[in-house]
């Protein structure tokens, strides 16, 4: 706590209202297999520190990568002089923080086994196995095998008095099969995301099978039906798809640093303003969207957020109403919170966070509900596995989403599988048609490991989880 | 050289016991200065450095990156990689380090943008935020300067150098139900006019002021460069010579064919001095004159140093993009077609089928409609589902090309039959 202490004295010297550092040193181990060959296999550190300095309602951010006494001291001088420039301007319209008192506090991923410390040769062979075992089905053109181990060890202080460890980490396997057949090529990818857990997820998930389901399943899609025009249909959304749906209609609308406008250049604004907060019926009424910072295995599961508030759980949407944002210290006072929700982040130590989407999941349904009953339940509709395209405008209304495994189903039965499946909705309708969420047995998480957003951008993390629901009357049609 | 790099160059040849290796520096000196809503939300300086290096013994290989360049850091590096490569199965597709070449000379950096003081940065966003006000409006944006150096070291005898700055300044601004984009990036400040700007921010906004509901069809577009640019950029990420070798992109089979239209052509240059041209690429091979695409014929593709070798090519990378244009004007684009739309830029694309190309995105920061030659007025946002290359067969007329951003020169062109399939209520 040397330099922490250092940087937070320096800072009350030069007059900070509130000042923090956050000394982060980040370890990724990258390894990515493509037909047998190792494209890549590196151990990347970056390590140093970022030192915020809030001042006359506003921010200066300064980093550094040197450990000395005079870079630290450097570091927090250039953070108060951009503070004071950044003061300059506009001064009818300053910041505000929300209240927040300091924490002494350790937190560490639970883990069995450190990837880290699993020896490489036994990753490779696993992912030669599991490369092989693709590669082995006649008409597989393209195996990869992507797996990365992440580390942070974060120091955070602030003039609150904080003093947190924050040792975190999470794993991410993702398995692509590309299929080659008469002028088509289809892939078919296992692909989870990201888990804030340790090597005993790999060695549970027997990935040499799920190898032989998506290479099965890639041969399978190259030569499916295509599904022709559009036309409104049932959808039945797994969990893994619902992941991305989620994160893209309700995780970045309900960013409160979007709602205000602070995105409006580059990541978008959303339509979620708000005088819709407790009125707005983002959805039906078995629709409930939960913020979950606590989350076991949640990669937004930090302890704390990058402002030193602590990991909560709340409401974004309550029985299909708007309830509340994700939000932080410099965004919550502005709409008349009380307090920030602990959203947000930074990537990097030499990124300044920023507003984020917290782990973010749909509550499974009340009532008992398997993916087999629901789909016997529909007459005609399309069962969509998986992740494929995905785009929604700037405002978070109109979105048009592919997937990575599709079945049209007939009278309540998987009729044919298909290929190049787009549907089209918007917000409310989406989230309005959901009439039907299996209940909590099948629900699963799904870990986004890439976030976007942000000037300079920042790749983020969290975890988004659900039940297999289903979605009526939606425009569901087959690419060009 | 860098000091720093050379002693770092030199550290590793010393050290490094490998059979061969490649080393990448770079250094990274950035100030950001972030608005939002009329005041600054995010103020960022500060520099960085990458040491990054791969080495190999026989055919295995390993890396290693770290951010400091001390001496415990460097032996962390080298021992990390050497440990890694040992561990390592031999590639099939190793490749030795490339030797020494003759490199183009590039100038890519401006010293007057790498010494702007964040002051000068400042008082910028400050008048944006007077004009904005004096405007009745809330402006948005970014005001940035980059600098950064690279050394590229091989056992093989390479040494590349180079060194690079960049000034970007963008603007959204919002007056009632109203918002468009400027933005500026290029080398240097030398052809930046905050006046400029604004005055085409405001121009953009005023032909906006008049929304009309329009419904997706297929229609003529103008589209401006950065709408074209973004357009471009992920068609050529699928412009890969080894996936469309392995029958996985659009392109397969059709080096030498006019699969383009006959007008377009796309080129990698070192010839606009505008544009950002390293002097070498991520594996050490000089930048040249490329041709991708000309008068309608795909001639290359990127292609790796491996795959090169093996299929008898040239490797190659695309460092930039320039594609020629000629020399209508909006104007004279909107009489060559009954009616159309003019696009200032997409957002938000994504691929929705790699073999065919097609890709989706939307419109974002103003679309107008014209008819009979005139603007007529704005419409609502669209979603188009589109195949790049298939609709640069449809290609009626172009623009000069101009400076897009630092990595790309597009004109604005006419397009006939662009495919929109959806449309928000904004």
Not at chain 1, 43 to 60: M, P
Request: hydrophobic share 35%.
């Amino acid at each position: 706590m040397r330099f922490p202490d250092l940087a937070m004295n320096a800072a009350q010297s030069l007059g900070a209202e509130y000042a923090d550092i956050r000394v982060q040193k980040t370890t990724d181990q990258v390894i990515f297999l493509r037909n047998l060959s190792l494209k890549n296999t590196s151990t990347n550190v970056l390590n140093g520190y970022g030192v915020r300095f809030f001042k006359d309602g506003a921010w200066g951010f300064a980093h550094s990568n040197v450990f000395t006494d005079e870079a630290v001291l450097a570091t927090v001088k250039r953070a108060a002089e951009i503070a004071v420039l950044s003061a300059s301007v506009n001064k009818a319209k300053k910041l505000r923080l929300a209240p927040e008192r300091g924490y002494i506090a350790k937190y560490e991923t639970p883990v069995r086994i450190d990837p880290q410390s699993v020896p490489l040769k036994e990753k490779i062979e696993l992912m030669l196995e599991v490369n092989r075992t693709m590669l082995s089905f006649e008409g597989i053109r393209q195996a990869v095998f992507y797996l990365v181990m992440h580390k942070d060890e974060k120091v955070f202080a602030s003039t609150l008095g904080s003093r947190l460890e924050l040792n975190t980490q999470w794993i991410t396997p993702m398995l692509t099969a590309t299929a080659v057949w008469e002028g088509d090529s289809q892939s078919r990818s296992f692909n989870e995301g990201g888990k804030a857990v340790g090597w005993e997820w790999i060695l549970d998930l027997n990935l040499v099978e799920k190898a032989k389901q998506i290479a099965e399943e890639a041969l399978i899609k190259v030569k499916a039906d295509t599904l022709g025009p559009e036309t409104r249909r049932s959808l039945i959304l797994d969990p893994i798809h619902l992941g991305l749906t989620m994160h893209e209609s309700v995780g970045h609308p309900t960013e409160l640093d979007r709602v205000l406008g602070w995105e409006a250049d580059y990541a978008g604004i959303s339509f979620a303003t708000p005088e819709k907060l407790k009125t707005y019926q983002y959805g039906s009424e078995i629709v409930n969207f939960m913020g979950d910072n606590t989350l076991e295995q949640g990669l937004a599961t930090l302890g704390f957020d990058d402002d030193g508030v602590p990991g909560q759980k709340w409401y974004i949407v309550k029985d299909g109403i708007l309830n509340e944002y994700g939000s932080t210290r410099d965004t919550a006072l502005e709409i008349g919170l009380e307090a920030s929700r602990g959203c947000n982040r930074a990537t990097y130590y030499y990124d300044q966070p920023i507003n984020r989407i917290p782990n973010l999941y749909l509550l499974p349904g009340k009532k008992e509900l398997t993916p087999a009953e629901l789909i016997a339940d529909t007459e005609d509709g399309v069962y969509i596995q998986g992740q494929g395209s995905f785009s929604i405008d700037q405002h978070r209304l109109n979105f048009q989403f592919g997937g990575d495994f599709f079945w049209e189903i007939k009278n309540g039965k998987l009729f044919r599988p298909l290929k190049k499946v787009l549907y089209k909705s918007c917000n409310p309708e989406f989230w309005n048609s959901c009439d039907a969420i299996c209940d909590e047995h099948w629900w699963r998480p799904f870990g986004v490991i890439n976030c976007g957003k942000g000037q300079p951008s920042q790749s983020a993390r969290m975890t988004h989880g659900a039940a297999p629901a289903r979605f009526r009357n939606i425009r569901v049609g087959g690419s060009q | 050289m860098n000091k720093n790099f050379e002693l770092i160059s030199d550290y590793i040849r010393k050290h490094c016991q490998a059979d061969d290796y490649v080393l990448r520096v770079n250094s990274m000196d950035s100030h950001e200065t972030r608005f939002a809503q009329n005041r600054v939300t995010q103020h960022i300086a500060g520099g960085n450095l990458s040491v990054d290096l791969t080495v190999s013994f026989g055919e295995k290989s390993g890396s290693c990156s770290v951010n400091q360049g001390d001496q415990e850091s460097l032996d962390y590096l080298i021992r990390t990689a050497e440990d890694m490569a040992r561990l390592n199965r031999p590639d099939p597709e190793f490749m030795p380090s490339v030797g020494a070449q003759e490199l183009p000379q590039t100038q890519n950096m401006d010293a007057a943008t790498r010494d702007l003081a964040p002051a000068r940065m400042v008082e910028i966003v400050q008048q944006a935020i007077d004009k904005a006000t004096a405007y009745g409006a809330s402006v948005s944006g970014m005001t940035e300067k980059h600098y950064w150096e690279t050394l590229l070291n091989t056992k093989n005898g390479f040494v590349g150098t180079d060194s690079a700055t960049e000034f970007g300044h963008s603007m959204t601004l919002k007056k009632d139900n109203v918002e468009t984009k400027v933005s500026y990036s290029a080398k240097d400040m030398q052809g930046f006019s905050l006046e400029g700007e604004f005055a085409q921010l405001a121009s953009q906004a005023e032909s906006l002021k008049t929304m009309k509901d329009f419904d997706p069809c297929q229609i003529a577009v103008i589209l401006r460069p950065s709408a074209l640019e973004e357009l471009l950029w992920f068609m050529g990420w699928m412009m890969n010579r080894r996936q469309s070798d392995e029958g996985l992109t659009p392109f397969s089979g059709q080096i030498g064919q006019p699969f383009f239209g006959g007008n377009f052509s796309l080129k990698s240059t070192l010839a606009r001095p505008e544009l950002y041209a390293p002097a070498f690429d991520h594996e050490g091979v000089a930048s040249r004159e490329l041709t991708w695409v000309e008068n309608g014929v795909l001639r290359n593709m990127p292609t790796n140093r491996y795959w090169a070798k093996l299929k008898g090519l040239e490797p190659m990378s695309a460092y930039n993009a320039y594609m020629p244009g000629s020399h209508a004007s909006e104007e004279e684009m909107m009489q060559m077609v009954p009616r159309g739309l003019i696009i200032n830029r997409f957002w938000y694309i994504r691929t929705v089928d790699a073999k065919t190309g097609e890709l989706t995105g939307m419109t974002r920061d103003g679309v107008l409609y014209f008819e009979d030659g005139k603007v007529r007025n704005a419409v609502n946002n669209l979603r188009f589902n589109e195949i790049p290359h298939l609709a640069t067969r449809r290609i009626v007329a172009m623009g000069e090309s101009g400076l897009a951003s630092l990595h790309s020169c597009m004109p604005t062109t006419l397009i006939d039959g662009f495919t929109f399939v959806d449309k928000t209520s904004f």
